[in-house]
């Protein structure tokens, strides 16, 4: 009797002593304490203008929201994706944590985003070589940045009709503009399919573009082919590495020929935006020019497609390609 008499007297107590806390304004719930530590990243650090990385947070206690910030800097913040401004900047940014029932409100150290602007790529600039009659026609040179340049032309298969050799060499005083260039005849029944030049990547190696969105190219021919004001070169850009064992390589082309605008040294600027891809090959798994242009490039070329030559009846006709100056630009 004692013992349930006692268990009774304890529970009333209990509830004297809740009720006795409620009634003093106070809470049996404990009080929201700090979260651990909230730290706030950022997928790249080191932006170009207007290029875009992804933020996300560690740590952290309880379920309150996440939301970013920007102390300084002019960037701007979509949700988890941070955009650069227009121009170089330095940029704060942090994270905060909601507070919820468990946790007090919580803030990320700053984490500082540098945006620099975008800059032009060289890709050649002149042009070195012997004069082909010096050299029993040799066609090879190296841009003044260490690059080698080459002309070719391709027959069809089992084609015997290959074209006259009639020029080529370099020049730095071509209406002021440095370019190498060739020509040759061709008969307007020949099966010869393109012509084209290449400029290699400085030092024969590989350029790697980082926010660039235009080639800037100087192509012409010679006045025959020039004048008529017709779609005539077709520019391509080559990635360097091969695949198939060397037999091919990744190629994105200009969206359209260029049409010469007027007789003489020309320079063009191609959107990059514009290409298409020429030639992605087998066992490469690409399949947008944005992948092409994202690999490290090795190679310009500039041909010349049989369709768009020039051709006088049926003897031989002139048929050339200058190569001036390249580069990305912003």
Same mark, same amino acid.
């Given at each position: 009797?004692?013992?349930?008499?006692?268990?009774?007297? @304890? %529970?009333?107590?209990?509830?004297?002593?809740?009720? @006795?806390?409620?009634?003093?304004?106070?809470?049996?719930?404990?009080?929201?304490?700090?979260q651990t530590t909230l730290v706030v990243a950022a997928t790249k650090t080191a932006l170009k203008t207007g290029q875009t990385s992804t933020l996300s947070t560690t740590g952290g206690s309880g379920s309150g929201a996440v939301t970013f910030?920007?102390?300084?800097?002019?960037?701007?913040?979509?949700?988890?994706t941070l955009t650069a401004p227009n121009s170089a900047a330095t940029c704060s940014v942090t994270a905060s944590k909601a507070a919820d029932t468990a946790y007090l409100?919580?803030?990320?150290?700053?984490?500082?985003?540098?945006?620099?602007?975008?800059?032009?790529?060289?890709? %050649?600039?002149?042009?070195? %070589?012997?004069?082909?009659?010096?050299?029993n026609y040799s066609?090879? $040179?190296?841009?003044?940045?260490?690059?080698?340049?080459?002309?070719?032309?391709?027959?069809?298969p089992g084609a015997s009709d290959w074209s006259q050799f009639w020029w080529n060499g370099v020049?730095?005083?071509?209406?002021?503009v440095p370019n190498f260039y060739f020509g040759l005849g061709f008969a307007s029944t020949t099966s010869v399919p393109y012509i084209g030049a290449f400029v290699?990547?400085?030092?024969?190696?590989?350029?790697? @573009?980082?926010?660039?969105?235009? @080639?800037?190219?100087?192509?012409?021919?010679?006045?025959?082919?020039?004048?008529?004001?017709?779609?005539?070169?077709?520019?391509?850009?080559?990635?360097?590495?091969s695949y198939q064992s060397g037999a091919c390589f990744l190629e994105a082309e200009a969206g359209s020929l260029i049409t010469p605008a007027a007789i003489g040294a020309q320079t063009y600027t191609l959107n990059l935006s514009d290409f298409k891809i020429k030639n992605n090959c087998t066992g490469s798994n690409v399949t947008t020019v944005a992948e092409i242009l994202a690999k490290p490039i090795g190679a310009i070329h500039v041909q010349l497609l049989?369709?768009?030559?020039?051709?006088? $009846?049926?003897?031989?006709?002139?048929?050339?390609?200058?190569v001036g100056p390249i580069s990305f630009q912003p």
């Open positions: 009797m004692n013992f349930v008499s006692n268990r009774w007297l @304890l %529970s009333a107590a209990s509830i004297s002593v809740a009720a @006795l806390v409620a009634a003093c304004g106070g809470s049996s719930t404990p009080p929201p304490v700090a910030s920007v102390a300084s800097g002019g960037c701007v913040i979509s949700g988890t409100a919580a803030s990320a150290t700053p984490i500082t985003i540098n945006v620099s602007a975008i800059t032009a790529v060289t890709f %050649s600039t002149a042009y070195s %070589s012997a004069d082909a009659d010096t050299v066609r090879a $040179g190296r841009s003044i940045e260490g690059g080698a340049f080459n002309w070719y032309q391709d027959s069809a020049s730095a005083t071509t209406e002021n290699k990547a400085p030092s024969d190696g590989s350029i790697t @573009l980082d926010g660039q969105t235009k @080639l800037k190219i100087a192509v012409w021919g010679n006045d025959e082919v020039t004048s008529r004001k017709l779609p005539t070169f077709r520019v391509f850009v080559q990635a360097k590495d049989k369709a768009n030559m020039y051709f006088s $009846g049926t003897a031989l006709s002139a048929n050339g390609i200058n």
